[in-house]
């Protein structure tokens, strides 16, 4: 029963690095979010998507790509890391528009 | 004015105290309610959906309150497993869910 799986769960990068945080789901829903969180500032909204081929932009999409060419998978890019961006970030899903979200486990990124 | 606001705790209570949290929402379209518990370091997970007519689960009751935008958590009888941080979460049309900053909760025996 697995849910959503985000990998990895721990990464380190230097400053300029590009790099992709993977996120799946088996559960078939059509949205799918990804998050950060920072101490004080809570989860924050990155990049969302209502189903394949669909992605908006949430609260903090700078310095972030997303694309949603399957139901299953979501991944998000960091096109060029910077130590601001060092941050956890969650993976969710939920399957209509007025449902709960389900999260991964998390990833947690250091830019150095 | 953020999206969603919440009482930035945190809550020291008892074992056995009740506690009640706060929320604000901005957004007049918001169409669905939940709330979330986080744990440190972890995911946040579902608590429960919270509906116009109020709900319970156990020693846990949600209120909302569409024409003041308002939603509340009430906790009864607090286990010293309640101590974590509860996210006060908003669902907009065709949208991701947008989440409050979280209010701690620490109970104590």
């Known amino acids: 029963n697995a849910g959503v799986t985000q990998t990895p769960k721990f990464q380190v990068l230097k400053t300029g690095q590009s790099m992709t945080l993977q996120c799946a789901q088996d559960?078939?829903?059509?949205?799918m979010s990804w998050y950060r969180q920072d101490p004080g500032m809570g989860l924050r909204l990155i990049h969302y998507s209502v189903g394949a081929g669909i992605t908006d932009q949430g609260e903090v999409p700078n310095g972030y790509n997303v694309s949603r060419s399957t139901t299953e998978d979501f991944p998000l890019r960091l096109l060029s890391a910077a130590p601001s961006q060092t941050s956890v970030y969650f993976c969710?899903?939920?399957?209509?528009?007025?449902?709960?979200?389900?999260f991964g486990d998390g990833t947690r990124l250091s830019i150095l | 004015r953020k999206e969603v606001e919440q009482d930035p705790g945190p809550f020291n209570v008892p074992e056995g105290a009740t506690v009640a949290f706060n929320c604000t929402y901005s957004?007049?379209?918001?169409?669905?309610f939940f709330w979330y518990r986080q744990d440190c370091r972890k995911e946040p997970k579902l608590l429960m959906s919270?509906?116009?007519s109020g709900n319970e689960d156990g020693r846990f009751t949600a209120q909302l309150n569409r024409a003041s935008q308002y939603i509340s958590l009430l906790i009864r009888d607090s286990k010293l497993s309640d101590s974590a941080t509860y996210l006060c979460?908003?669902?907009?049309?065709?949208?991701?869910?947008?989440f409050g900053k979280g209010t701690t909760l620490s109970v104590s025996s």
């Open positions: 957004n007049s379209a918001s169409q669905s």
């Open positions: 559960m078939n829903h059509e949205y």
């Open positions: 919270v509906y116009s």
């Open positions: 979460v908003v669902n907009q049309a065709g949208t991701a869910l947008i």
């Open positions: 969710a899903s939920k399957g209509g528009a007025s449902s709960p979200q389900h």
